[in-house]
């Protein structure tokens, strides 16, 4: 019997009872209740035992052992599941965790993942192992060193080759890999509460329905190149040269473009609300007491317009998940790092690690066995855990609030507080619906009994310290009888959207559970204006299609109007939402189901919006409407033109040209507009239109590097072959471990790091200076960011620092505190290199505290277009003037838009197949975009 078990067994069921025995629970006063039922006997004499997953000595030593054979045998990924398992269950105190990492530390360097192996050895020797084990280990890592040559002196060699990348998302067209044709028909399911969605073939549908019927998409994929593509980051470049301010008239173009996916402004169209920071302001927080709090656009939002991008309040993991996800960031672990005490989770890194260390895994890890029971029957313990992500503190210092909110509420009031709705604050998380009078008294008083079993493994864990006060415990475990009841009704299923080990483009991999204050206040439609998706555990709303000022502006809860009938759907909602039936347009005017909705859909006059009661858009185009005397034909040329562009950016990016994503993100909108002016509703092409944008907008958002930045990394790992060439990557969406591989294979002297700011700036003058959130108000973060990161990583490291718009063309390793010159006048930082903490770099970093912004270097605009003329004399004119160059510098910002034409004189072109000849030639369509149409599958 399970300890939660026990404690419901021994519970009696006066202490529920005083909890539901009211009649009204809306009414109840709950606090009263609580402290009522805490404060009696019945439930202080019930105990609940510790069961932490134990370490498991033996277990880990048979793991160990098999990981060892399996390495033996050259079966490395089984090899290091073993090492895996063994790491988990070794006591921290056994020799064995110090001979797993010994051992997991040559499976990863045979799997060339040099840095893990590195980080595993310098584990091993941190631990007790016999002396002559030691020596063998420090051996081991001076080769290791060695084969990825950095000095053995320092982490990182003197010579750091790094190219910044970060991600704009808008001006980063796509990604998405078109190998799997099957893939296509499937939709993403971005997990709506509860994880439901749809299944249908979006693609496949809105081929259809232009008119390509009866062509499989794998035929449609023949047509194209087909390079097995991804997509991109773009433009990330050359931040640098973009920082000038003599750059004026490029930059708010620039800027405006830039899409950041770290939650910044730039992410949405105007500026953040005010009120709820996760949403964009073109969203007003509207109450009404039927339907809680919703939002409703207080302008025009157009097709593909961000409207809320948000981080948890809190998440869990699925129990399933604990032995290869990380427990705090929900990542796979490729080489995991265990709980020192119990063997129930593991972390990505050390990071994540000390994160729930200092937070809610001490709370949690003495009771991971019995969490680990409730997890898998229930499905998560995202109740509990919004309780350890914060200490008893911070809720006895919300005492006050909490109780107004649950006054409100109980008195059904007509508005609710409208507070500032931040996504890291408990009262928001408070302040949802848990709709008490709806329930059953048996789930009411289930839901009791497991607040109360919580309080008492947060008594055990020590969390009310070591005389807990009456007035706390019931306190938490009140709260904790929301969080259970507002559970099914507002909190999200977290499922991936990414790229396999296979390269192939998936839409799901649920690991947990995650509550979203600003985003759990969108109410249901079953013809919702808005996907939502998730990257990592932040969730992205976009609009599918037209909102016009006024509208409510809501997602789907998994329920949609043309997968299921209307009782089936109001039934479904009713079961799992609590909420009266539903009222979307959908359901009110019992739309059809989409195979249903007979084409051709019904018109109107986009002008006085008289309907028009005329079969075919042909016979419509030859009327006028009888009413305002419109001339339909230029309306419906124009809609059969906007189609026509849709149609080929949809063929476009399904054969496999995945840079044309954002502007077919684009046609798509504009047809939409036009339909949504012309067509009364329900009308299939404009709803089909909002699912493929759907789709899109989750490829859309996968970044990658793209040719043009690959270019620039091959050809400097071309010619410093003896040399680190690091790649860091400040984006935390970035699919590493994709490209990853590949390279590391062709050149070994790649290395690719995801940097994270505040680590990267430790040591640097500027250590504390991101507490000032400068960075988060600066109009021009990317390019900030960018110029802080390289001065830092310059003094820190010393080497030379790399834009990713270059291609290098001879080595650079003669070159010692120097910068790349435009002109006379101008330096750029397009190109740096220095050593270690030289004082040029110290005045950046000064500067840069001092003013606050920085435009540091001047860069001026130069004629990169002759660099991609394709007139012969032109282009040898170029090469000729680079001929004493150590690289050129393109511009990428710039020239973002001009691919380099691989099979032209254009001067780009032919120092591209002489200096990155592995991606030149993975080129099948013979063009290097700024966007990603990569093949990397065939390096
Ligand atoms: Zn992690
Ligand atoms: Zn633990
Ligand atoms: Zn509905
Ligand atoms: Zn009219």
Redesign the pocket.
């Known amino acids: 019997m399970g300890a939660y078990a026990k404690f419901r067994r021994d519970l009696p069921t006066s202490v529920t009872q005083a909890i539901v025995g009211n009649s009204d629970p809306e009414s109840a006063d709950l606090w009263v209740s609580f402290r009522e039922a805490v404060g009696s006997a019945g439930f202080r004499r019930t105990t609940v035992a510790t069961s932490r997953l134990e370490k498991d000595l033996a277990a880990a030593e048979k793991h160990r052992k098999q990981g060892v054979e399996a390495f033996e045998n050259g079966k490395y990924s089984e090899a290091l599941s073993h090492h895996n398992a063994a790491v988990r269950l070794s006591p921290v105190s056994s020799i064995t965790l110090g001979l797993t990492y010994a051992n997991r530390s040559a499976v990863l360097f045979m799997q060339n993942n040099g840095k893990m192996s590195i980080a595993d050895m310098d584990r091993a020797l941190s631990l007790s192992l016999p002396e002559q084990m030691k020596d063998m280990i420090m051996n081991r890592r001076q080769r290791c060193q060695a084969a990825l040559k950095i000095d053995s002196g320092s982490s990182w060699s003197r010579w750091l080759l790094s190219m910044i990348t970060s991600t704009s998302r808008q001006a980063g067209k796509l990604r998405r890999k078109v190998r799997n044709p099957d893939l296509m028909t499937s939709t993403p399911k971005s997990g709506s509460p509860r994880g439901a969605g749809s299944k249908e073939g979006n693609s496949q549908h809105l081929l259809s329905s232009l008119g390509m019927e009866n062509r499989r998409i794998s035929e449609v994929l023949k047509d194209g190149p087909m390079p097995s593509a991804l997509h991109d980051t773009a433009t990330a470049t050359d931040f640098g040269t973009m920082s000038s301010s003599h750059e004026g008239h490029h930059q708010p173009h620039m800027l405006s473009d830039d899409i950041c996916l770290d939650g910044t402004d730039s992410l949405f169209t105007g500026r953040r609300n005010a009120v709820i920071p996760a949403a964009a302001e073109a969203l007003t927080m509207h109450y009404a007491p039927d339907k809680g709090r919703f939002y409703v656009a207080n302008r025009d939002i157009e097709p593909g317009e961000f409207v809320l991008n948000e981080k948890p309040y809190a998440s869990a993991l699925y129990a399933s998940l604990w032995e290869t996800h990380?427990?705090?960031?929900?990542?796979p672990?490729m080489a995991p790092l265990p709980c020192d005490s119990c063997a129930a989770v593991v972390?990505?890194?050390s990071?994540?690690k000390d994160v729930a260390k200092a937070t809610f895994h001490t709370i949690e890890c003495p009771h991971m066995g019995d969490l680990a029971e409730f997890a898998v029957r229930d499905g998560s313990i995202l109740p509990l855990r919004m309780m350890t992500r914060k200490n008893l503190e911070y809720f006895r210092s919300r005492l006050d609030a909490l109780h107004r909110i649950d006054k409100q509420r109980n008195k059904s009031v007509m508005s609710m507080p409208l507070m500032h709705v931040n996504s890291d604050e408990y009262l928001n998380v408070f302040n949802l619906l848990p709709h008490l009078g709806l329930r059953e008294k048996y789930a009411l008083s289930n839901a009791a009994a497991l607040a109360l079993f919580f309080t008492k493994c947060l008594v055990s864990s020590g969390y009310f310290g070591a005389t807990p006060k009456l007035e706390d415990t019931a306190m938490i475990s009140r709260l904790m009888f929301h969080n259970l009841m507002a559970f099914e009704c507002n909190y999200f299923t977290l499922s991936q959207s990414g790229i396999t080990e296979d390269h192939a483009y998936v839409d799901l991999d649920e690991r947990g559970m995650a509550v979203f204050c600003g985003a759990s206040m969108f109410n249901h439609s079953c013809n919702p204006n808005v996907t939502h998706y998730f990257l990592e555990d932040n969730i992205f709303c976009r609009a599918n299609g037209v909102i016009a000022k006024g509208q409510e502006v809501n997602i789907s809860y998994g329920q949609y109007f043309h997968l299921a009938d209307r009782e089936y759907r109001r039934s479904h909602l009713k079961e799992s939402y609590y909420f009266y039936p539903c009222s979307c347009d959908a359901c009110e005017e019992n739309w059809p189901l989409m195979e249903d909705i007979v084409p051709p859909a019904r018109y109107q006059c986009p002008k006085c919006k008289l309907s028009i009661e005329l079969e075919s858009l042909e016979e419509i185009s030859t009327k006028s409407c009888s009413k305002c005397n419109t001339s339909f034909q230029p309306y419906v040329e124009a809609l059969q033109q906007l189609k026509r562009d849709a149609e080929n950016f949809v063929t476009e990016v399904h054969s496999g040209k995945l840079k044309r994503i954002s502007d077919a993100i684009v046609a798509l909108g504009n047809y939409q507009k036009a339909l949504w002016s012309m067509s009364l509703r329900p009308n299939a092409d404009y709803i089909m239109l909002g699912s493929v944008l759907g789709e899109f907008f989750v490829m859309e958002s996968l970044p990658m590097l793209s040719p043009k930045q690959l270019c620039a990394v091959e050809s400097a790992a071309l010619h410093h072959s003896n040399r680190p060439v690091v790649v860091a990557v400040n984006n935390e969406f970035l699919q590493l471990p994709f490209f990853v591989d590949i390279w590391s294979e062709i050149y070994p002297n790649i290395a690719f790091t995801r940097l994270e700011i505040q680590n990267w700036l430790n040591g640097t003058v500027l250590e504390s200076w991101l507490s000032k959130h400068l960075l988060d108000s600066s109009g021009y973060k990317t390019i900030h960011t960018s110029d802080v990161l390289r001065y830092a990583t310059l003094f820190k490291y010393g080497g030379l620092y790399l834009d990713t718009d270059v291609i290098v063309i001879k080595s650079m390793t003669d070159l010692v505190n120097a910068l790349g010159i435009e002109s006379n006048d101008l330096i750029n930082g397009a190109v740096m290199a220095f050593v270690k903490h030289h004082p040029v770099m110290k005045c950046c970093l000064m500067d840069i505290l001092s003013k606050c912004v920085c435009a540091f270097y001047p860069v001026h605009y130069t004629e990169w277009p002759r660099l991609i003329h394709s007139d012969v004399d032109i282009s040898a004119k170029a090469l000729k003037e680079t001929e004493e160059s150590y690289l050129v510098h393109y511009w990428g910002r710039l020239s973002v838009d001009e691919a380099i034409q691989l099979n032209t004189p254009q001067a780009l072109a032919l120092l591209a197949r002489k200096h990155c000849p592995k991606v030149s030639a993975a080129m099948t369509d013979g063009k290097l975009w700024g966007f990603n149409v990569l093949p990397v599958g065939q390096f």
Do not use: G
Request: charged share 10%; net charge positive.
């Open positions: 990380c427990q705090t960031c929900m990542r672990a972390f990505c890194s990071n994540c």
